[in-house]
């Protein structure tokens, strides 16, 4: 395992509880609020910490610039390195592995890693879809992007046409085990997924995210600080990074070559050969239903076309007896953007620290986070585990 | 947005992007933001009597919070300062004006606003200034219109009740304008040049002889430049499609629900997005055959916006799994 560098811990998680929006504080708050939860986890306080590596969403989505700026004081880093990361969608997975390296690296003994952000102050939709001199503005937001690709994955795989309302339903459901999930729909009806209204044909309304403000952190610490922690941590065992163009001659859309690699990367790096028989909880990026089927099956959880199969027979569900896919509810019901890949992260850590509460998989020993963005562009995931790898 | 077509040089267009977006501000800014509603100007006060001015949420020396509001002098000296002619487009202020950084008495950090006099010598470091109000205010940093030499402004200004309990700003709109010279690239200017011809280009790769339409000079899987152009049909298949219920963004014109799809034309490897229209919606499937249906003659440009949409042609689709982007049904995922 020299590929990993130094042994990396997660030694603390704070999130704040995701809602449409926090009227009651600012974006330095906000982030606040998470980083003094994961400080308080890790038993740590500002003076413990080396360096903060932040990330947020595209500047456009909430029209902030420079983060890295303006909340060096919120988050205790003056006179400390401060780096922002910048990856679209994926940011909070990607800001989290570079935390990562910087630990794997021996640059520093604890990090504090962080991404929020405050979709009420903004619009992502309109961010997506800004026009541009000389062509035909015909594209209304990610869902219009995704859409076409999901309809390519039923076709190719002859997925029953309620697969994606099964997930969505599925991920509402867990959320009501999550205090900090947004979508809170304790008499929501598979039935009132199914009616509500397209937006993106095939995309419904109810196999879309919402738009949330929030905030998630994590304390990184090295294999001294891992070792002298006082409660359970979660060991990093595996992490990696890809991304690909958008559009090239022979892109498979629904199964990126960057997704593949990627986690081919990770799993070997974690010594998996299979994971859907070694992985005992995923966190897996998924922000319009279909892309449950289509990542288990990019991700070797299932082989090519049967992903939706996992759905159907409820293996990706908490009790499924299977492979229990967003205990917490997922990016279906919690969607901070530039939040929503760390949340992946530090759900997965929770698990193996045995610390998610009402969803906690029981005896879960290792965890599989994700994240991906821009369309379908850019990837980051991790496997932590009970035990040090 | 306007654009120009030189008869030579490049083709480029003015892009605005703009947007009002809001900050929460929280308890803290929210009670200075709330005190200039009030032309009152308030700090935040750590325990050893230091105060930040504007109110700050968080000691940038310790980490720890800050909580307790104080008010400050609407006086005070000017520590350093530039000056501003003109102002730029966007700014609070018409004429040139002092900018400078102003320590109010009983502050113990200065504050950025304009110093309103006439002239870059009416400006000097250590000159005393009094703050100037709008009359109108809504709890925003322009409420303060600025500073003028202390004794020639209206003197401290009558204090209207604090309205902080019953009402405090909790947001403040904070819009955002970018304006960009957008200038094609290179590749894109001859592309576009067609299109005012009634033509559609692409570039081949010099790798393996794959066609990019629109064509962007590179081949994106190797980087190596792409230089020949082709001109393709005005008729392919659609590869894929979204039905979309929502309007776009500045298109009014554009009754929902519409079809958008990946346009793949004949003897191109990559397909583009174009609007379909012609037909019902629920018959557009993947693999059916399409054509460009242009703007008349005497309104064509230099623009992609000429092909108004893609019109069934009636021809015999393609079959699904040579559709669009044949890596879906072909090795795509078989080493996963």
């Not at chain 1, 983060?67 to 997975?93: Q, Y």
């Not at chain 1, 403000?213 to 610490?221: K, N």
């Not at chain 2, 000691?59 to 520590?79: C, F, K, M, R």
Request: net charge negative; with cysteine; aromatic share 8%.
């Amino acid at each position: 395992m020299g590929s990993l560098g130094e042994h990396t811990a997660v030694l603390g998680v704070g999130q704040t509880k995701y809602q449409s929006t926090r009227g009651d504080v600012s974006i330095a708050g906000l982030v606040r609020e998470a980083a003094l939860r994961a400080l308080e986890d890790a038993s740590c306080t500002w003076a413990d910490i080396d360096a903060v590596v932040i990330g947020k969403a595209p500047d456009f989505f909430e029209g902030l610039m420079m983060p890295e700026l303006f909340l060096a004081d919120a988050l205790g880093c003056v006179g400390k390195p401060i780096l922002r990361v910048h990856t679209a969608g994926s940011v909070g997975g990607s800001t989290a592995l570079v935390a990562t390296s910087l630990i794997q690296g021996r640059i520093h003994q604890r990090v504090l890693t962080l991404g929020f952000e405050k979709q009420s102050e903004s619009n992502a939709t309109w961010a997506l879809s800004l026009p541009q001199p000389f062509s035909v503005s015909i594209n209304a937001g990610a869902g219009g992007y995704f859409s076409p690709i999901i309809r390519r994955y039923m076709a190719r795989s002859g997925a029953p046409d309620l697969i994606g309302c099964m997930v969505a339903y599925k991920d509402r459901r867990h959320a009501l085990l999550n205090p900090y999930a947004h979508l809170h729909q304790p008499d929501l009806t598979f039935d009132q997924v199914v009616d509500a209204p397209m937006l993106w044909d095939p995309i419904r309304f109810s196999e879309t995210c919402p738009s949330s403000d929030g905030a998630c952190a994590m304390v990184l610490g090295d294999e001294t600080a891992g070792d002298a922690a006082g409660g359970p941590v979660a060991w990093v065992h595996g992490t990696a990074m890809r991304s690909e163009a958008n559009n090239f001659p022979g892109r498979d859309e629904v199964s990126p070559q960057a997704s593949r690699d990627c986690a081919a990367e990770v799993f070997a790096k974690a010594g998996i050969v299979d994971p859907r028989t070694e992985i005992d909880v995923a966190e897996i990026y998924v922000p319009f239903s279909w892309y449950e089927p289509m990542w288990l099956e990019s991700l070797g959880f299932a082989e090519r076309d049967e992903g939706w199969r996992m759905v159907e027979d409820g293996s990706t569900g908490i009790d499924g007896g299977g492979l229990p896919v967003n205990c917490s509810g997922g990016v279906l019901s919690s969607n901070p953007i530039g939040a929503s890949g760390m949340i992946r992260f530090a759900e997965a850590a929770l698990q193996v620290r045995g610390m998610a509460g009402e969803h906690q998989v029981d005896g879960a020993q290792k965890a599989f986070g994700h994240a991906y963005g821009g369309g379908a562009q850019y990837f980051a995931m991790w496997v932590v585990g009970a035990n040090k790898p | 947005m306007s654009k120009e077509l030189p008869a030579q040089g490049r083709l480029r267009a003015d892009l605005v992007i703009e947007y009002p977006f809001t900050r929460t501000t929280g308890p803290v800014v929210g009670a200075f933001m709330t005190g200039l509603r009030d032309r009152r100007i308030v700090g935040s006060r750590r325990a050893d009597g230091w105060v930040f001015v504007p109110a700050a949420e968080v000691d940038p020396d310790t980490g720890n919070p800050l909580s307790e509001i104080v008010d400050v002098a609407s006086v005070g000296v000017v520590e350093t300062w530039t000056w501003v002619d003109p102002p730029r487009p966007g700014s609070p202020w018409d004429d040139p004006h002092g900018l400078a950084l102003v320590r109010l008495d009983g502050a113990n950090t200065p504050m950025l606003h304009g110093v309103l006099v006439d002239s870059v010598a009416d400006m000097a470091t250590g000159m005393r200034v009094e703050a100037v109000w709008r009359e109108e205010r809504v709890g925003h940093i322009t409420d303060l219109l600025g500073f003028v030499p202390e004794g020639t402004g209206t003197g401290q200004p009558d204090r209207t009740e604090k309205s902080a309990v019953a009402d405090p700003v909790r947001s403040i709109r904070t819009p955002i304008r970018l304006e960009y010279d957008f200038i094609p690239s290179a590749a894109a200017q001859e592309y576009l040049r067609a299109y005012a011809e009634k033509r559609i280009l692409g570039n081949r790769s010099p790798v393996d002889g794959a066609v990019f339409v629109p064509p962007r000079g590179v081949d994106p899987r190797s980087g190596v430049e792409t230089t020949e152009m082709v001109e393709l049909p005005h008729a392919g298949h659609i590869g894929n499609f979204c039905v979309t219920h929502l309007p776009i963004p500045g298109r009014s014109d554009l009754p929902t629900p519409y079809v958008s799809a990946w346009i793949h034309l004949d003897g191109a490897d990559i397909g583009f997005l174009g609007l379909v229209s012609g037909c019902e919606n629920d018959e557009v499937r993947i693999g059916m055959r399409v054509q460009a249906v242009w703007k008349a003659d005497e309104e064509l440009g230099a623009t992609a916006e000429n092909i108004l949409y893609w019109e069934p042609s009636g021809e015999p689709d393609v079959p699904v799994e040579q559709a669009g982007n044949r890596a879906w049904l072909g090795e795509g995922m078989s080493d996963a």
